[in-house]
């Protein structure tokens, strides 16, 4: 995806394996659905997910959509938005299990001349919703930064950014034992052919990279750099004016530690005196008020991000095709299609309508676990930093897909 999410797909076997088993298709149930919380109160963290793909968890059918009042501007732009995805939708595999390409032909072929004003039809018409597992939403935000930064190192610029180091490889068959997913890890071989992990962020701030030709920009503030990563791209802007755009190149294959959670464990994060908003803005404020301490905190998240240089349109989510404000998602593909539509119904009215599954990321995992997109600048900002909702989501699927799922 756009971003310092880790990019993560299910290894060619597995998926295999996974796409030829049975399905459980749950049944439709007349029991109480999960309701949004009132405006203001915090939601809890997702439930953990207990199988590894939608598929496995199992999927139950929905309401009609054409019941559930979708907006037009909202289904505008998730038309134009799913109109993009479709070149990739038709040929890749679905990781989640759920859908095969032929599946997104019908609605692939129509959306290229169906009638803008008539949008929330479109989505009536070819598609059936389903929920996943409960069906339990929980939404977060994420933004394109653009922060200080130049392409030479000058003063007041001292902190790399780093392109994809070329001895960040994948370990051959048999040097490491394979990840749950069936990839290889991420790792290096060393200077006896030996293999092993890649430096860490501590490392890495120390200096491991230094001298090797692999900074692309510098930026001004540390606190910036680690929210880039966090966001996965974002802009430079120089002190003449000049903009260098980035995006997620890859990453160095340790796990996403969320800072924000360290902080809440040790008291940090609430609203007693001397405590601080569990928001982005809050986080970041403490980070600057105790730096020490807060360079320490940044270091528990070992998880480190590279760049690239970016040019053409952007930026560029997981299916390769560019990320639309308030319209895009990102979420884990093994639970949601990448492509699908989704329909979020939540405790927020700004985060609530048509999005469209069109990115990932390393913190977005499980079942219902969605990243929703804002663009870029200031009000971005804002909105992704404090964005944190919960409600019920429904995934939107070409029709016919439930019937196919509860034949196997």
């Known amino acids: 995806m756009m971003r310092g999410r880790t990019r993560s797909s299910i290894a060619t076997l597995l998926a295999a394996l996974l796409l030829g088993s049975c399905v459980r298709l749950v049944p439709e149930t007349s029991g109480p659905r999960p309701q949004p919380l009132p405006q203001g ?13 939608a598929a496995l968890l199992g999927v139950k059918a929905g309401p009609m959509a054409t019941g559930l009042g979708f907006r037009r501007d909202n289904a505008i732009a ?36 169906w009638p803008e ?38 003063p007041g610029f001292d902190v790399p950014i780093y392109a994809m180091p070329p001895d960040l490889v994948r370990a051959r068959p048999g ?11 991420l790792g290096r071989y060393d ?13 890495i701030e120390a200096g491991a990279l230094a001298g090797k030709g692999l900074e692309i920009a510098w930026a001004a503030d540390p606190v910036e750099v680690f929210f880039l990563q966090i966001q996965g791209s974002g802009r430079l802007r120089g002190p003449d004016g000049s903009v260098i755009r980035l995006g997620f190149a890859g990453q160095n294959g340790y796990a996403y530690t969320g ?14 005196p001397g405590q601080y908003s569990g928001s982005m803005q ?21 998880s480190f991000v590279f760049f690239r240089e970016m040019t053409g349109a952007g930026p560029v989510g997981a299916l390769n095709v560019p990320v639309t404000p308030g319209a895009t998602v990102a979420v884990d593909p093994a639970f949601v299609p990448l492509g699908a539509p989704v329909w979020l119904q939540l405790d927020r009215n700004d985060a609530s309508g048509l ?23 200031a009000e971005a900002r804002r909105v992704a930093g404090g964005m944190s909702a919960r409600g019920r989501a429904l995934i939107l699927l070409p029709k016919g897909t439930l019937a196919r799922l509860n034949r196997q």
């Open 41 to 53: 109160q915090a939601p809890a963290p997702a439930p953990p997910t207990t199988a590894p793909t």
């Open 78 to 113: 998730a038309l134009r938005t799913f109109a993009r995805s479709c070149a990739r939708v038709t040929k890749r595999a679905d990781n989640s299990g759920l859908t095969q390409p032929q599946d997104w032909q019908p609605a692939c072929s129509a959306v290229g001349t």
């Open 117 to 154: 004003a008539d949008a929330p039809r479109f989505f009536a018409a070819y598609f059936e919703t389903a929920e996943v597992g409960e069906g339990s939403a929980f939404v977060t935000g994420y933004f394109e930064p653009e922060i200080s930064g130049v392409r030479q190192r000058q």
């Open 175 to 185: 040097d490491a034992p394979p990840l749950p997913d069936g990839r290889m890890p």
């Open 191 to 203: 200077e006896a052919g030996v293999f092993t992990a890649y430096y860490d962020r501590s490392q």
């Open 259 to 272: 800072i924000g959670s360290l902080m809440r464990e040790r008291g940090l994060i609430g609203s007693s």
């Open 282 to 302: 809050g986080i970041q404020q403490y980070l600057r008020d105790f730096p020490d301490d807060g360079r320490r905190l940044m270091q528990q998240n070992r």
């Open 355 to 377: 999005w469209v599954a069109q990115d990932t990321g390393g913190a977005i995992q499980g079942a219902n676990r969605f990243d929703s997109f804002w663009g870029a600048g």
